[in-house]
């Protein structure tokens, strides 16, 4: 089969790769009807992670089961299905309690490398979601999306406890932060704050629901949301890219009691403990744990009461995996989707 890899820090190709087999008995073989690329894939594609290359790529992804291992039982061929980028018994302790992402058995999806033509996900009893039926092909993007940054998103939402009453402001104007504001709305949140420098992503943050738009950042982007709520700062701040600065800029942007939902990736993050201290900020998130909110997702998607799918604005066929690489780095593009 093919599936993209990376080889060197800019460098992604496509090759042959083994066509993946049922390894353990609770792994599931599907045919991918979509991947993307995520902007965390764009840390070892810009040489801030380290890659020893070349590395399977890609860990969102839906498509049809092709074939089960013997131990499963809740999904089977020819179903359509979503699933987490990490596999998770959905059993354990962690698993109940919510965190399918701290799963005591979890499995990395990004080592096995979703954007490619078929896929094993171990663990599929837990890890897999079916649809009701086979979906409209203008559902698949939104699917697609439920994989990992709508989830991340609303859990970034959920975490920062938006909700009815709250002003909610979102750090970071990439697919999870986007789809931060579609979730704050959805749970209820009176106001809506993106901080976006770039037309393009404040349209579609105006579409999702944001009520107003913070162009600047850092400090003088904290003196605008402050500005904004009376100079107490917002209720929940949703962090979406995982920056010093960009963490900084949501503790402080956070009114006294208020909360922080950090689902950016973190990297070189140091918090200053003092001023952490005298904050009186609630900081909560990590990686999302996708699969305690896929079946709600799932129903909102396929009744059509959200289109997260328009976070990708540019389509392109799996063999031109490179050039959606280079897109997103250059940031011509928010979320780029691959056809196999």
């Not at 020819?78 to 987490?84: A, K, L, N, P, R």
């Not at 992402?101 to 080592?111: E, F, I, Q």
Request: charged share 20%; net charge negative.
């Amino acid at each position: 089969m093919r599936g993209a890899v990376l080889n060197a820090p800019g460098d992604v190709s496509v090759v042959d790769r083994d066509q993946p087999t049922i390894v353990e008995p609770t792994d599931a073989i599907i045919r991918l009807s979509a991947a993307c690329v995520c902007g965390s894939d764009l840390w070892p594609y810009r040489g801030i992670e380290t890659v020893d290359g070349p590395v399977p790529m890609g860990h969102e992804y839906v498509g049809v089961v092709q074939e089960v291992g013997e131990q499963v039982t809740t999904v089977r061929p020819g179903q359509f299905v979503v699933g987490s980028f990490f596999a998770s018994d959905n059993t354990c302790e962690n698993c109940r309690a919510g965190y399918q992402t701290s799963c005591v058995n979890r499995v990395p999806m990004g080592a096995l490398g979703t954007q490619a033509e078929y896929l094993r996900v171990p663990l599929a009893d837990g890890t897999l979601v079916t649809t009701p039926d086979q979906p409209a092909a203008d559902l698949i993007p939104s699917l697609l999306a439920a994989s990992d940054v709508l989830g991340t998103g609303w859990f970034g939402a959920v975490a920062a406890q938006a909700g009815p009453g709250r002003t909610v402001a979102v750090v970071g104007d990439g697919a999870v932060g986007l789809l931060g504001v579609l979730a704050a709305r959805q749970l209820g949140a009176e106001r809506i704050i993106a901080m976006s420098r770039h037309k393009s992503r404040q349209n579609l943050a105006r579409e999702f629901g944001a009520t107003d738009i913070v162009a600047e950042r850092g400090d003088e982007g904290v003196a605008r949301i402050k500005e904004l709520t009376g100079g107490l700062g917002a209720h929940s701040v949703i962090e979406a890219v995982g920056t010093q600065e960009s963490m900084m800029q949501a503790i402080r942007a956070t009114r006294p009691g208020g909360h922080v939902g950090y689902v950016g990736v973190s990297h070189d993050v140091a918090l200053p403990g003092a001023e952490l201290f005298f904050s009186h900020v609630h900081l909560h998130g990590g990686p999302a744990p996708v699969r305690q909110y896929l079946p709600e997702l799932i129903d909102l998607i396929w009744k059509r009461k959200i289109n997260p799918g328009r976070v990708f604005d540019l389509e392109l066929p799996l063999e031109k995996a490179a050039e959606a690489y280079q897109a997103m780095d250059e940031r011509r593009a928010i979320k780029v989707l691959l056809r196999p």
